[in-house]
Each structure stands twice: as structure tokens, then as C-alpha cells.
């Protein structure tokens, strides 16, 4: 509408009429420039840089899942400082879940208190994966507030992600870790394969710590493995619940096997796990040795040191991630190129992480005709 007193109006009448046909005149040309233009975008087949890398997502900032979770004590501020700290500096975001505390009261009869410890983080595990059913989450990764990882991990899950779409057979259409997986156990302290599944073979991976230098673990070493040598596959049963994935639906059958189920279950949250990834309730795979390590916070809670402190290699306080990303958080914050190993036997001391590649690998599998090997 044209108010009184509008510019417009000082234009005598038959001015105006010939400047709307000389603006529509434009407007037309315009229209009838850019059309022909826009429709060849539109008709353009999609160019290289449309077709998205199915492990794309995995460089994400939840890893290539839709949450992270760290579980842990809201009284436990350093180690939520680390985690924090450690996942900025290598991209990617973590949303805490309280650890549940029970009192030593509201628990009576429930034995000693270390009973009463493993009640209380079955119980904080079991909350995170109410969250996912809750949520509706596609996935997500759960952690304990203890973990260390590799500076190079998106790089390591890229390389694991291949192998775990190799041995599932699928596409990374629904995840980039494969379509058919329920849980992926990346954080453990030994793992059983399942021997009759394929298995992806990294034989020259840096990152691997070697079986003498890994903390103990529960179960002997996959065959084929050795120093440098990573091994993904279909798994049966591992130990320790310090970082695992878990889908929806995979979600909902542990829910339902707890809730729905007078049957005894195990103490430990790592037993349920094991257990439903054993009976073939869930489809597990894993790496091995584990892709996540830990820090030892006891050590720290031993003695009156800094929280994050540089120690040297021979003192180190990460256990299992060959680049601790906790142990070269501060040389990472100064810009400094190379990231040194925590392991005295490691084969490249000093890295520069931006060189590190996905390790060559290869897919072995045995059937009816013998053993078989191919390149992935
Ligand atoms: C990361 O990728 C996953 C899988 O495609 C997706 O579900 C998730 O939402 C993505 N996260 C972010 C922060 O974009
Ligand atoms: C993977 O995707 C390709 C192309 O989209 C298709 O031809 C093939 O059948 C798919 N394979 C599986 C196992 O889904
Ligand atoms: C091992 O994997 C094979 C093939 O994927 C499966 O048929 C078998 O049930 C699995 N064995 C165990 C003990 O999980
Ligand atoms: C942690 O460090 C302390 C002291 O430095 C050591 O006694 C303990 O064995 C370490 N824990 C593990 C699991 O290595």
C-alpha cells in the first residue's frame, strides 16, 4: 500500500505507469536470464564432491554414532576436566551421564561395599542405555570416565569401521559401521573372536600396542596377531565395559533381558553384555588390541600430583592407546606437530598425527575350500 506522503506519489501518474513497465520489463529479463541457468544446476548430474563418503560420518562430532555418554561421578570433576579436554582436542563432544551412588544404608544386605560398587555401575550403565531407548538414538557410544584413546582415533575407526563392513557384508547405508551390527566393543581388556567369521587383518598398524606393553587382559590374544598387528572381528565375549556402541534395538534387548527377566544375571555390567553377545542375542564386534586404552587416576589419587601431567615415556600414566591423547594433550594445545608414544617398544616413538593413514588391511576367512585372503 502506498501511504500519503510516499515518495512514490510525487511521480506524476503517467510517469509511474511507464516506470512499472520498465521495472517489470526488468524483473522478466531477469526471470528469463536466470531460469536456463538454474535449471542446468538442478539437471547436473551430482558431481564427485556430492557423493559422500559413507565413513564420512565417522570424522563427525559423535564419532559417526548420534551420542556419546560418558558415565561418571558428578564429584568427579578432573576426570570430567580430561575427558573434556582430551575429546576437544580431537574432535568430537561427549555428554555426561551421572554415575549412580548408592549409600551403604539404602542397600542393606547387599554385601560389602565392593558389591555394592559393582550394583551402583551396573546400574549407571543400564541408565545410559535406557537413555538411547528413551531418546530414540540410532546409536550411541557409551564410555566410563577412565578411558585414554589414541590422538589418531577417527583415522583407527575408519580403518575398524572397513573391516566390520566387510566381515557384516553390508553397506554403510543405515551406519558407517556396517548395517547388521548391534554392539561394538571398542573399549576392553580382552576379547574372544569368533574363529568361523571372517577377520580383518591390519598386519603393519602403529598404532597397536604390543601384548607386553597392553595393561592384563582377560583373554589370550586372537590368533595371528603380533607387535603392530590389528586384528577386527566378529567377537564372542570380551571384558571390561570401558567404551562400547550400542543400537536401538540392541538397546531395547537389554533393557528387555533385565526387565522382563527373573532369571539371575550377571554382576557386572560386562557380563551382560558378554553374555548376550555369546548367546547370539546381540551381534558384537570388536578390535583387538582394544581401540580405546585407559588412565590411571589411581595412581594420581596415590600420590600429590598434577592431574594431567607430563610425565615421561618410562612414568606414563595411559595404559593401551600407543598416542595417548591425555599424555600429549598439552603438546597438542602448544601446537606441537609430532604426538610421542607411551610405550617404550613402539615402533614410530615421535608422529606427526596428520600423516597417519588408514592402515593396509586385509580380509581372511576360511570355508569349505581352505583358507582365503583378499585386500579391503
Ligand atoms: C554423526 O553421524 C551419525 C551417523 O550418520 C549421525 O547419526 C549423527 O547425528 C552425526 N552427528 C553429528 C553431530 O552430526
Ligand atoms: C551395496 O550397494 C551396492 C550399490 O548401491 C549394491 O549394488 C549392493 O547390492 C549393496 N550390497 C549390499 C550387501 O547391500
Ligand atoms: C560365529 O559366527 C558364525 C557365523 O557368523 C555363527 O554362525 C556362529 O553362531 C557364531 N558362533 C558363536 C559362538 O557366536
Ligand atoms: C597405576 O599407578 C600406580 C602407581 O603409579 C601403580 O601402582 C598401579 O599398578 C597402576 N595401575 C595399573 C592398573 O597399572
Redesign the pocket.
Known sequence: MISPGSPVRLIPRSRRKFSNVIVSFLVILAVLWFLPFQQSIASQPATCEDIQDPLDPIKNDTLGFEKIFAISSPKRLDRRDAIVLGSSATGFHVDFIDEVVYEEESVKGNGPAKDLADIAAFRSHLNAVQRIVADRLASALIIEDHIDWDVNLKTQLKGFALGAQKIQKSNASYSPYGDSWDLLWLGHCGVKCNTSSPVQIMPHDITAVSSQSL?PYSYDAPAGTGNNVRVTCKMEEAACSGAYALRYRASQKVLATLALSTAPRPVKFEGLLSQLCRDGSLECYSSYPSLLGRW?W??RE?GPSDSIQETDSHAS?S?GAMYSTLQNVRRLLAGASQVQATVEDALVPELNPDLFEVPYAVLRWTDEKGGHERHV
Open positions: 595393561p590411571n589411581t595412581s596415590a600414566l595404559m
